[in-house]
């Protein structure tokens, strides 16, 4: 098991470590293993993932995603009256199925919301929760520095990355990072959370979809 402190040193979260890798997984990376996504596909993808994340919100709506209420007992960092009441940055929004939910229960006093699509950004604003007085949200890709125009540099309490991380190539984590890291004030706080190794997410998918070592993209060619 690993360790890790919040940023309330009373609080201390236990995170399993991965799980064992079993003949069962092995047989399962190596069934991917066998056909890999071509390297063609996978620029075409990269080179294209606004497009395919907009279609996919096209297609889903708001009806994709449910609303992400077991937050309240998984970040009791919101609950810190330093950071807690501060601003919060959502990377990766979606419509909004994390940010709505947090509204009738954080002190929470102004969120920004960002998602690569630009058909989910005006769900979110569509949403009668959306309040323009108290929340912005906006079309960005956190892997350049367009999001660096869009929010004050330093003025971040928290930023969050729910399943975010999971769709961006590993390639590209060190820019989001040093993005955030310019947004974040002076004891600011990232909180993410993702997909696990060797989970049924990962091993169920089939030949064909891995691009590289741990980064799938689905049949709609999102990530």
């Not at 096209?58 to 009791?76: A, G, L, Q, Y």
């Not at 501060?86 to 954080?106: D, K």
């Amino acid at each position: 098991m690993e360790e890790h402190t919040s940023s309330n040193p009373a609080v201390v979260h236990t995170v399993p470590g991965p799980p064992e890798l079993t003949e069962q997984i092995s047989q399962s990376l190596d069934r991917q293993n066998s056909r890999l996504v071509s390297k063609h596909v996978a620029d075409e993808v990269e080179r294209n993932n606004k497009k395919y994340w907009d279609l996919f919100y096209k297609r889903n709506e708001t009806r994709f995603f449910k609303d992400r209420n077991w937050t309240v007992n998984e970040f009791d960092e919101f609950m810190n009256e330093d950071v807690g009441t501060g601003v919060l940055l959502e990377v990766g929004c979606g419509v909004g199925n994390f940010i709505f939910p947090l509204l009738s229960w954080s002190n929470i006093r102004y969120i920004h919301a960002c998602d690569i699509s630009p058909r989910a950004i005006e769900f979110v604003k569509q949403n009668p929760l959306y309040n323009a007085d108290k929340m912005n949200a906006f079309p960005c890709d956190v892997t350049e520095d367009s999001i660096l125009t869009e929010i004050s540099h330093g003025s971040v309490d928290i930023a969050t990355l729910i399943f975010v991380l999971s769709a961006i190539h590993p390639d590209k984590f060190a820019p989001v990072v040093a993005n955030l890291f310019t947004l974040l004030r002076p004891g600011g706080i990232v909180l993410f959370r993702d997909y696990g190794l060797y989970d049924m997410a990962q091993l169920r998918f089939k030949p064909g979809h891995k691009i590289s070592d741990k980064l799938y993209m689905r049949q709609d060619k999102t990530r």
